[in-house]
C-alpha cells in the first residue's frame, strides 16, 4: 500500500477509537431521565412585554397613533384624517433599516381595534404600499 493510503488509514483508525472512548456507552445514559415537557427544559417566553393598543377608527383620533420599538426595528400605526366615512391612516414596519409604510384607508364602521405589538394583519385588505427602502442605504 502506498504509504499517504496508510496514513489515511490509521487515521481513522486512531479518531475511531477516540471517538469510542470519550463518548459514554448507552448503557451509562440508562439512568438520565428525558423530559416530556420542553418548558421543563426551555423556560417559555415572557409574554407580558408584548404591547396592546387600541385605535378608534370610528373617531379617527390623531391621538390614538402609536409606536412599537423592538429589539430590531420598530412598527406603528400614524393616524393621519378621517375622509367621507373613512379613517386615513398609515402604518409602518422597520427592521434593521429597511421599511415599509403603506397607506390604509379604514372604514370608520370598524370602530375601535387593539393590536398586539406590531400586527396589522386586520388591515391588510384596506392598505396599499406607499413607500419601502433602506433608510441605511438612502444616508449621505
Given at each position: 500500500?502506498?504509504?499517504?493510503?496508510?496514513?489515511?488509514?490509521?487515521?481513522?483508525?486512531?479518531?475511531?477509537?477516540?471517538?469510542?472512548?470519550?463518548?459514554?456507552?448507552?448503557?451509562?445514559?440508562?439512568?438520565?431521565?428525558?423530559?416530556?415537557?420542553?418548558?421543563?427544559?426551555?423556560?417559555?417566553?415572557?409574554?407580558?412585554?408584548?404591547?396592546?393598543?387600541t385605535v378608534?377608527?370610528?373617531?379617527?383620533?390623531?391621538?390614538?397613533?402609536?409606536?412599537?420599538?423592538?429589539?430590531?426595528?420598530?412598527?406603528?400605526?400614524?393616524?393621519?384624517?378621517?375622509?367621507?366615512?373613512?379613517?386615513?391612516?398609515?402604518?409602518?414596519?422597520?427592521?434593521?433599516?429597511?421599511?415599509?409604510?403603506?397607506?390604509?384607508?379604514?372604514?370608520?364602521?370598524?370602530?375601535?381595534?387593539?393590536?398586539?405589538?406590531?400586527?396589522?394583519?386586520?388591515?391588510?385588505?384596506?392598505?396599499?404600499?406607499?413607500?419601502?427602502?433602506?433608510?441605511?442605504?438612502?444616508?449621505e
Amino acid at each position: 500500500m502506498n504509504k499517504t493510503v496508510k496514513y489515511i488509514f490509521l487515521a481513522v483508525v486512531v479518531i475511531a477509537a477516540l471517538s469510542l472512548i470519550k463518548n459514554p456507552s448507552l448503557k451509562e445514559l440508562e439512568n438520565v431521565e428525558l423530559s416530556n415537557n420542553l418548558n421543563e427544559i426551555i423556560p417559555p417566553l415572557n409574554v407580558d412585554d408584548t404591547q396592546f393598543n387600541t385605535v378608534d377608527f370610528s373617531t379617527c383620533d390623531p391621538e390614538d397613533s402609536f409606536t412599537i420599538n423592538t429589539g430590531l426595528g420598530s412598527g406603528g400605526i400614524k393616524v393621519l384624517s378621517q375622509e367621507e366615512g373613512f379613517c386615513l391612516v398609515e402604518t409602518k414596519y422597520e427592521i434593521e433599516g429597511g421599511y415599509f409604510i403603506n397607506e390604509c384607508l379604514v372604514p370608520v364602521e370598524i370602530g375601535e381595534k387593539q393590536f398586539e405589538g406590531n400586527n396589522f394583519d386586520d388591515l391588510a385588505s384596506y392598505c396599499q404600499l406607499k413607500l419601502e427602502g433602506n433608510a441605511l442605504l438612502e444616508l449621505e
